[in-house]
């Protein structure tokens, strides 16, 4: 690998609007960010949050494209988990919240961090966490 390339494994991104959707006639929850990447130059992520039934395994992908600077991320939550974000998320926050995804593969970025892919990619989510400021 060339010394001005890095491999990462995390994308660490801001949360810039967050809404949640409650659709058809059961009110389906989803829940739908818009996201700035930090350690990646140049890009926003598309965030689609599903609730699913509290014994079922969370699950989640990534796609990058590779004409657009837009990324879409789209993963499980366990009921619980998405409600406690749901709520925690409505509240007005001093600084902006903050998400970090763990990938199953890493991607190669420059120094000055461009990603640096030549085709479609989707990778799978292997965890994510929360920044979220209280005061």
């Not at 660490?12 to 949640?20: N, R």
């Not at 926003?44 to 657009?68: H, M, Q, W």
């Not at 499980?76 to 902006?96: G, I, K, M, V």
Request: proline share 4%.
């Amino acid at each position: 690998m060339s010394a001005d390339l890095q491999q990462i494994r995390t994308i660490h991104m801001t949360v810039q609007t967050a809404e949640k959707r409650l659709l058809g006639y059961k009110a389906e929850a989803e829940l739908n960010l818009s996201c700035t990447l930090v350690n990646i130059a140049r890009g926003n992520c598309s965030v689609s949050i599903y609730p699913i039934a509290d014994f079922a395994t969370p699950s989640g992908k990534l796609e990058i494209e590779i004409r657009r600077p837009v990324m879409n991320l789209a993963f499980n939550l366990q009921q619980t988990s998405f409600d406690r974000l749901c709520e925690a998320l409505s509240y007005h926050q001093p600084r902006p919240v903050d998400l970090m995804i763990l990938l199953d593969n890493a991607l190669t970025v420059t120094i000055d961090g461009d990603l640096s892919i030549q085709e479609k990619e989707i990778h799978q989510i292997r965890d994510l966490s929360w920044r979220i400021p209280l005061c």
